[in-house]
């Protein structure tokens, strides 16, 4: 890999590890309240819906970006197989610790259920190019405003649609949210573009370390909760 092409790919790691290090702060203050801490309501209060709204939002439009860059130039089918293979078995293994856990809370289609269809469904859009936008926007505005009893069965649940919010600890529908994927397709060569305009020069540790977490998201997403409520209990 050349020197400006490492550049360009550390930047949006960097990013990817700007949305990781918020999405664990806020399960940090999540585990805070669960295991009784503090007393934040993470399921009406404004505050927290809004903050996992922004964290969700920039770290699914990453993935947008991120399977574009993969995918851009061909797709592996071997490589694309693989990943999905990891992803769901990351999917299963959350779904089966949440209902040892928390029981009816379980999560069920949370985001790592997401990005793994996500990163399927994803393949058929890559060189869509301006059309991203557009279904991506529906996609947004149908998933938000729309409600259909039929999906709130829960065979369909994952689809979105519903008329409740159902009772899980993660939920992560494909509707609205893999808009913002389709949104991440069509920015990705804008990305790209700003990435390329990196100042050259040695890289920051700040920048170096953030491209590090990004590189390596899945892996602190699984580990980050277990070592969080394993050292929160040992103060409970």
Same mark, same amino acid.
């Given at each position: 890999?050349?020197?400006?092409?490492?550049?360009?790919?550390?930047?949006?790691?960097?990013?990817?590890?700007?949305?990781?290090?918020?999405?664990?702060?806020f399960?940090?203050? *999540?585990?805070?309240? *669960?295991?009784?801490?503090?007393?934040?309501d993470?399921?009406?209060?404004?505050?927290w819906?809004?903050?996992?709204?922004?964290?969700?939002?920039?770290?699914?439009? /990453?993935?947008?970006?991120? &399977?574009?860059?993969?995918?851009?130039?061909?797709?592996?089918?071997?490589?694309?197989?693989?990943r999905?293979g990891?992803?769901?078995?990351?999917?299963?293994?959350?779904?089966?610790?949440?209902?040892?856990?928390?029981?009816?809370?379980?999560? *069920?289609?949370?985001?790592?259920? *997401?990005?793994?269809?996500?990163?399927?469904?994803?393949?058929?859009?890559v060189?869509?190019?301006?059309?991203n936008?557009?279904?991506?926007?529906?996609?947004?505005?149908?998933?938000?405003?729309?409600?259909?009893?039929?999906?709130?069965?829960?065979?369909?649940?994952?689809?979105?649609?519903?008329?409740?919010?159902?009772?899980?600890?993660?939920?992560?529908?494909?509707?609205?949210?893999?808009?913002?994927?389709?949104?991440?397709?069509?920015?990705?060569?804008?990305? /790209?573009?700003?990435?390329?305009?990196?100042?050259?020069?040695?890289?920051?540790?700040?920048?170096s370390? &953030?491209?590090?977490?990004g590189?390596?998201?899945?892996?602190?997403?699984m580990?980050?909760?277990?070592?969080?409520?394993?050292?929160?209990?040992?103060?409970q």
């Amino acid at each position: 890999m050349s020197t400006a092409t490492s550049r360009r790919l550390n930047r949006i790691d960097a990013l990817r590890g700007g949305a990781i290090i918020a999405m664990v702060l806020f399960h940090f203050f *999540f585990d805070l309240s *669960f295991l009784g801490f503090t007393d934040s309501d993470f399921y009406n209060d404004p505050f927290w819906l809004h903050a996992r709204t922004v964290i969700l939002s920039s770290f699914l439009f /990453l993935v947008g970006v991120s &399977l574009w860059l993969a995918n851009r130039e061909g797709i592996d089918p071997v490589r694309v197989l693989k990943r999905f293979g990891v992803l769901i078995g990351c999917a299963l293994l959350i779904s089966a610790a949440t209902l040892w856990m928390v029981g009816d809370r379980f999560v *069920f289609f949370g985001v790592i259920h *997401f990005i793994a269809l996500a990163n399927l469904l994803g393949l058929l859009f890559v060189n869509a190019g301006k059309l991203n936008l557009v279904v991506g926007a529906v996609f947004l505005i149908l998933g938000n405003l729309a409600e259909f009893s039929w999906f709130d069965n829960p065979g369909w649940r994952w689809i979105g649609l519903m008329t409740f919010k159902p009772l899980t600890n993660d939920y992560v529908p494909l509707l609205p949210w893999f808009g913002l994927v389709l949104i991440g397709l069509y920015a990705a060569p804008r990305v /790209l573009a700003w990435a390329r305009k990196s100042p050259t020069g040695k890289v920051s540790g700040v920048e170096s370390a &953030l491209a590090g977490m990004g590189r390596h998201s899945l892996l602190i997403y699984m580990l980050h909760q277990p070592l969080l409520v394993g050292v929160l209990l040992l103060f409970q």
